[in-house]
């Protein structure tokens, strides 16, 4: 008997332990950040409204990477877009850095509250709210949405 309790107890220590590895392993972590890189690279579309931009910019400012962060802290991965139909380009792209350790993240162009992480498949859902506030800090640096 003492033997089968000693058994379940350590399957569930072994469970319960890859369920915090796994909910840490699908939440961004930003805390390592104290400066962040925006590149945005738009080229101007015949009958478009925006023009031409070439930026590339570290931001320092410690309130705007704090928000940065804010707007980051705690979300999760998606592995699809769900509902909304999203462009983006690394050409347009924030890297929160810290110079040992970085992770991208590409603003949809069109302004939808999505993030692509990189080049990769992977994305993070927002709130319009903190679509709009990225936007505006961004904006402080001379990168615009929509950028269609």
């Not at 220590?13 to 972590?29: D, G, K, M, P």
Request: with cysteine.
């Amino acid at each position: 008997m003492k033997k089968r309790r000693m058994v379940i107890l350590i399957i569930s220590v072994i469970v319960i332990t890859l369920i915090v590895i796994w909910w840490f392993a699908t939440r961004i972590n930003t805390n390592f950040a104290t400066k962040a890189l925006l590149e945005f690279h738009y080229q101007a579309v015949p009958g478009g409204f925006n023009p031409s931009a070439s930026i590339s910019v570290v931001i320092t400012d410690e309130s705007h990477i704090a928000a940065l962060k804010e707007i980051l802290r705690g979300r999760s991965f998606m592995a699809s877009q769900g509902r909304f139909i999203c462009n983006f380009v690394t050409d347009i792209s924030v890297t929160m850095t810290n110079g040992r350790r970085s992770i991208m993240f590409c603003p949809a162009l069109d302004g939808c509250p999505i993030l692509r992480i990189g080049d990769s498949n992977r994305y993070i859902r927002i709130t319009d709210e903190d679509r709009a506030r990225l936007d505006e800090i961004l904006a402080i640096y001379g990168a615009f949405f929509p950028a269609v």
